[in-house]
């Protein structure tokens, strides 16, 4: 295509360049003459023409020269301006379709094939991020379904060669129970983010009382807040706060981070959950005293299998998607969440909701 292009134009070049050597050396003489013979009598004309046809040649020899010259500017600036940047935009998108552009395309001037190299340029970041996400998706899926089910497979053939004896099977059969749920929350949480990504969130929005599902989702962990001995404590800017949201989405929300808090939290201390209304919106914050979050991974952590234990052991806490599903569901409410973490101290979420309409 771009040779196409370049020959279209030399060829309307050379065009330019006959039609000017035809009107300089041929068609102005002529014009000239016939001028010349309408305005004197043909004694005058003849012996004009003798004196001064060499002069008249010479001119037009010279208005040709500087067609020539002026005419050498277009092809400079077609070939600085648009040729050479077409022809390097055209070289990296045929690099883009055979999957093997390792850089970005260097024209970024302000006129359209500046446009056109931004837009290549964005989608080749895109295509290496998502190809870059795709492996690191596909490696953390197989680590996170081979890790339960290695574990599974080893405890039922050691209770079916005898290894482990009847009256330690049920202790086993425990740990296969407990890799099986947690192999189904990892199933549940990809279908829940395939969703999201696919159709995008889909809110059912009614009107509730926070402080109330805040206080269901709470007495739901009080299991596991006894094996740690966990105390949660909740406050509230009022008895009832009505807000405008998804309710089943927000108890998912809130079953994550109080999941998290607990997760993370050092054995014997406190978890505060308090819910206030302020200006138009409730802010709900969920603080635990634990692990806390380093620096360096506080901006990762909403990336979907991320996890701040690298090792991503069985029993590593999580399937590293809850805190995704949070962003994705509070994303789709047009409301922000926040954290604020040290690590060695604790964390902190913070996120809004609107206030139901009075």
């Given amino acids: 295509m771009k040779r196409?292009?370049?020959?279209?134009?030399?060829?309307?070049?050379?065009?330019?360049?006959?039609a000017s050597f035809a009107a300089t050396i041929y068609v102005t003489p002529r014009f000239?003459?016939?001028?010349?013979?309408?305005?004197?009598?043909?004694?005058?004309?003849?012996?004009?023409?003798?004196?001064?046809?060499?002069?008249i040649?010479?001119?037009?020899?010279?208005?040709?020269?500087?067609?020539?010259?002026?005419?050498?500017f277009p092809v400079l600036i077609f070939h600085v301006r648009i040729y050479r940047p077409l022809n390097q935009i055209i070289m990296a998108a045929a690099k883009y379709t055979d999957n093997t552009i390792t850089g970005?395309?260097?024209?970024?001037?302000?006129?359209?094939?500046?446009?056109?190299s931004a837009s290549l340029n964005y989608l080749t970041e895109n295509m290496r991020n998502t190809g870059d996400y795709q492996r690191k998706f596909i490696s953390n899926i197989s680590h996170d379904f081979r890790s339960p089910l290695t574990s599974i497979k080893g405890y039922v053939e050691a209770m079916l060669d005898g290894t482990i004896p009847p009256e330690m099977q049920e202790r086993y059969l425990g740990i296969v129970l407990s890799e099986t749920e947690r192999l189904n929350k990892l199933t549940e949480g990809l279908l829940t983010l395939n969703n999201f990504d696919d159709q995008g969130v889909y809110l059912e929005m009614t009107d509730f009382d926070i402080v109330s599902v805040i206080t269901g989702s709470v007495a739901s962990f009080e299991g596991l807040c006894s094996k740690k001995n966990l105390r949660i404590e909740t406050s509230f800017s009022k008895p009832e706060i009505p807000v405008h949201a998804d309710l089943v989405k927000i108890q998912q929300v809130l079953y994550n981070l109080i999941d998290n808090a607990i997760k993370f939290s050092y054995p014997d201390s406190?978890?505060?959950?308090?819910?206030?209304?302020?200006?138009k919106k409730v802010f709900i914050s969920i603080k635990d005293h634990g692990e806390g979050i380093s620096r360096e991974n506080l901006p990762k952590i909403w990336d979907r299998f991320f996890k701040t234990d690298?090792?991503?052991?069985?029993?590593?806490?999580?399937?590293?998607?809850?805190?995704?599903?949070?962003?994705?569901?509070?994303?789709?409410?047009?409301?922000?969440i926040n954290v604020v973490s040290t690590e060695g101290v604790g964390t902190e979420f913070v996120f809004t909701l609107a206030c139901a309409p009075k």
């Fill in 310 to 336: 690298t090792s991503r052991g069985r029993d590593k806490k999580g399937t590293g998607l809850g805190l995704a599903i949070v962003k994705e569901i509070i994303r789709a409410h047009d409301q922000n």
């Fill in 104 to 116: 970005r395309i260097p024209y970024e001037g302000d006129d359209e094939l500046g446009s056109l």
């Fill in 57 to 72: 040649q010479n001119v037009c020899y010279i208005l040709f020269g500087i067609f020539l010259v002026l005419s050498l």
């Fill in 4 to 18: 196409k292009l370049y020959a279209t134009y030399l060829l309307s070049y050379l065009g330019f360049l006959i």
């Fill in 32 to 55: 000239l003459r016939q001028y010349l013979y309408a305005i004197s009598d043909e004694a005058e004309y003849r012996r004009y023409l003798q004196s001064q046809s060499v002069a």
């Fill in 270 to 279: 406190l978890i505060r959950i308090q819910a206030a209304e302020r200006h």
